[in-house]
């Protein structure tokens, strides 16, 4: 059934997506500073506080003519729902793309995220907003920015960040899939912290995050040694009603080394 609804809404919104998507991340020279009369969100997507020729602040772009429209969703391909680019760390050539072939390529990601974890129905109302309103979520933009700054590299986490916090000061709301970008890309960049508090930034919001994330996060204060403040954490965590999957996280790491014990003890003291 979500399947059979996401093949029905993804199509429609390849022209709406473009249109947007080209709203949202144009005008970071318009004033007032870090609001912008062409997006749908009260501040505009001017990452760069510091430096106004930061090359990876992309300039406005025209929209593709004539987008070509992505395959209808297929949740038993293996193929993943959006192509990687081929260099992550070009933000230029990614924000290109944004701009030019819109987002729904990234919705449809989104959407996937979603109901692998079992949110149907986060994910279909994602999708009836496209399909009722005629416009790309907001979330869906946010979230496509800040996934580009944590693929890029740690070069780029205060980026990612800044990109969150102007998206809650927007008014626009994380889903379960936005944290998880955040918290993964934080720790695979070794900022073990920065991803336990987006991991209970979760908790608070009434997200249960799934093993991958949270495993990302614990790996991450094994590899770092900080142990301790892993324990701090989890206790944290388990006193908003989060318990670790003891054989998912077996299934969802690699079994040997000083990492896997270290996080098999951590979490379960063994």
Excluded at 202 to 208: F, P, S, Y
């Amino acid at each position: 059934m979500a399947a059979a609804a996401a093949r029905r809404l993804v199509r429609p919104s390849s022209s709406v997506s473009v249109s947007n998507t080209s709203r949202l991340l144009s005008s970071t020279a318009s004033p007032p500073p870090h609001r912008s009369p062409n997006t749908n969100s009260p501040v505009a997507f001017d990452w760069s506080d510091d430096d106004a020729n930061n090359p990876t602040t992309p300039p406005p772009l025209s929209p593709a003519k004539n987008p070509e429209l992505p395959p209808p969703y297929d949740p038993f391909s293996k193929k993943p729902a959006l192509s990687e680019p081929s260099d992550p760390t070009n933000l230029q050539e990614i924000f290109h793309r944004m701009r030019t072939e819109g987002l729904t390529d990234y919705a449809i990601k989104m959407f996937d995220g979603l109901s692998k974890d079992g949110l149907t129905h986060e994910a279909l109302a994602l999708f009836a907003v496209i399909k009722d309103k005629g416009t790309m979520p907001d979330v869906v933009a946010h979230t496509a920015v800040l996934e580009a700054y944590v693929n890029a590299g740690p070069a780029h986490w205060r980026d990612a960040v800044r990109t969150y916090d102007r998206m809650l000061a927007s008014g626009v709301k994380p889903n379960a899939y936005t944290l998880a970008v955040l918290v993964r890309g934080l720790a695979a960049s070794d900022l073990c912290s920065e991803a336990g508090r987006y991991l209970v930034d979760m908790l608070d919001r009434g997200m249960q995050p799934n093993v991958a994330t949270y495993l990302a996060a614990f790996e991450a204060y094994v590899r770092m040694e900080k142990v301790e403040e892993g324990q701090l954490l989890l206790e944290t965590m388990k006193g908003k009603g989060f318990v670790p999957d003891e054989e998912a996280v077996r299934r969802g790491t690699v079994k040997r080394g000083h990492v896997f014990k270290g996080v098999m003890n951590l979490l379960f003291g063994k």
